[in-house]
């Protein structure tokens, strides 16, 4: 099973673009997933699924977000990415970064974003 | 989308206690259901996955049942590292939705 870990800035402002890396290490990014996706987690709240990129390439999104989500994979750097333009204070939460094979999802420990000027 | 229910929201019980959270999707999602547990200021854990099938290094007391759009979890007799809150998530179709959580607490 893979493990995944997430880096990114912990604070951004107001109306910029937050970029997140997901990290996969433990074995091949490509035969090991068959997707690789982004959930967050505004404090206090529940779980929100972002977007997925399945292994055939085709990209998956929230629909409240996608005007404002890119998710993309570098195979040969073993990682993959969440953008997410124009960001508000409603975008502050933990991001967790995942991977799934079949049934199985690996997720990251998270890294938490603050949108504050 | 498919929306998932968790019933109930909040569940206070007792250590030995046998509990039950039900999912409940929108429509269909054959056995396409995973079952997390989530603790303060970390990350969830997969508990369950294919509706019944225990995650690797999860205690026999939890399991899973379930199968079209009703699913259970049941704890067979409450521990103390088991209050939590617990969200379940279907995989079957994107978006990949979750349950609303239901948070278990010590009565």
């Known amino acids: 099973q893979l493990q995944v870990q997430e880096s990114g800035p912990g604070l951004i402002k107001p109306s910029e673009t937050l970029s997140l890396t997901c990290t996969v290490s433990?074995?091949?990014?490509?035969?090991?997933?068959?997707?690789w996706g982004w959930i967050r987690q505004p404090p206090g709240k529940g779980l929100e699924w972002i977007a997925s990129?399945?292994?055939?390439?085709?990209?998956y999104y929230s629909a409240s977000l996608k005007s404002r989500v890119i998710i993309s994979v570098d195979t040969s750097k073993s990682q993959f990415s969440l953008n997410l333009s124009s960001v508000t204070a409603a975008d502050t939460a933990v991001y967790y970064c995942t991977t799934r094979l079949g049934q199985i999802s690996s997720w990251g420990q998270g890294t938490l974003v603050t949108v504050s000027s | 989308d498919i929306q998932l229910t968790q019933s109930p929201s909040f569940l206070s019980a007792s250590i030995g206690d046998r509990v039950t959270i039900t999912c409940r999707a929108s429509?269909?999602?054959?056995?396409?259901l995973a079952w997390y547990q989530q603790k303060p200021g970390k990350a969830p854990k997969l508990l369950i996955y294919s509706a019944s099938t225990l995650h690797s290094g999860v205690p026999s007391r939890f399991s899973g049942s379930g199968s079209g759009t009703e699913f259970t979890l049941t704890i067979s007799s409450l521990q103390p590292e088991d209050f939590a809150t617990y969200y379940c998530q279907q995989l079957n179709y994107y978006p990949l939705t979750f349950g609303q959580g239901t948070r278990l607490e010590i009565k």
């Open positions: 433990g074995g091949s990014i490509s035969s090991n997933s068959d997707d």
């Open positions: 429509q269909g999602i054959h056995v396409y």
């Open positions: 990129l399945y292994h055939d390439g085709n990209t």
